[in-house]
């Protein structure tokens, strides 16, 4: 998706009134983009390309970009949340069958204009005639809905172990982070994260814990973190690979 079978550099340009610097971000659905101050000579571009092409390449490596000509799977045949070790299978039904599964559904999901999904014994029951955009609608408003039932709970599992009191919890889809906690103690969370390994699921639990005590990332905050989770730093360098994990439908 980004480096072309001739090594060239596949991207998108973004000219911006409020950039003052070129910046580069990848995205996993996006690749590569350029954002560029108006008065950018896009002659400049080969050179800068060149510098940063090892940047590219790892960042893409990182997130798992797909190559050119991959095929791009949005939304997986299965979802595993690896944080509850267990597994669901996607599914393409009619509208009538996910009906006839209301009453014994785990999960009754449904977008704002009334397009409906369910979630029943392992199963995701998606509209066969839905577009792929509200698919994946449907399974980012499941994802939130399992985050929601499941990570409170495990906040407070954590935060109990390590006697750090917070004031209450939020769950949503976060862009950019996996978490955050307020200078009031309320801690946010990714429901991305019921999609991580157990012992990332548990850093960014502590994480968000010690910022209770520590609201900045100082040395001090550094220093009490390891005392909540030893092996802290190394969890962190973790952190950077953790969109491997992500399947494409929630990473959009």
């Not at 704002?112 to 509209?127: D, H, K, N, R």
Request: include cysteine; charged fraction near 25%; charge should be positive.
């Amino acid at each position: 998706m980004i480096f072309r079978e001739d090594g060239t550099i596949q991207y998108t340009l973004k000219r911006s009134k409020r950039a003052k610097h070129v910046r580069l971000h990848v995205t996993r659905t996006k690749g590569l983009e350029i954002v560029v101050p108006h008065s950018f000579n896009k002659a400049w571009l080969p050179s800068i390309l060149e510098k940063r092409a090892e940047w590219i390449r790892n960042a893409a490596k990182r997130l798992r970009v797909p190559t050119v000509g991959e095929p791009l799977e949005r939304i997986p045949n299965e979802i595993f949340l690896t944080a509850l070790n267990s597994t669901y299978t996607v599914k393409y039904v009619t509208d009538e069958r996910i009906n006839k599964r209301v009453v014994d559904a785990q999960k009754i999901i449904r977008t704002a204009t009334g397009l409906l999904s369910v979630e029943c014994g392992g199963q995701i029951l998606l509209p066969e005639d839905a577009c792929e955009a509200d698919c994946i609608e449907l399974l980012r408003l499941w994802l939130i809905r399992s985050g929601r039932e499941y990570l409170p709970e495990f906040l407070e599992e954590v935060a109990a172990q390590v006697g750090i009191e917070f004031k209450k919890v939020q769950i949503r889809l976060q862009k950019g982070r996996w978490g955050s906690c307020s200078t009031r103690g309320t801690i946010s969370l990714n429901a991305r994260l019921l999609l991580l390994p157990q012992h990332l699921l548990q850093y960014i639990l502590l994480h968000e814990l010690a910022h209770v005590r520590h609201p900045n990332h100082s040395q001090a905050y550094w220093d009490f973190l390891q005392t909540l989770d030893p092996n802290a730093l190394q969890h962190d360098a973790e952190m950077r690979d953790t969109w491997q994990h992500i399947p494409l439908c929630f990473s959009m």
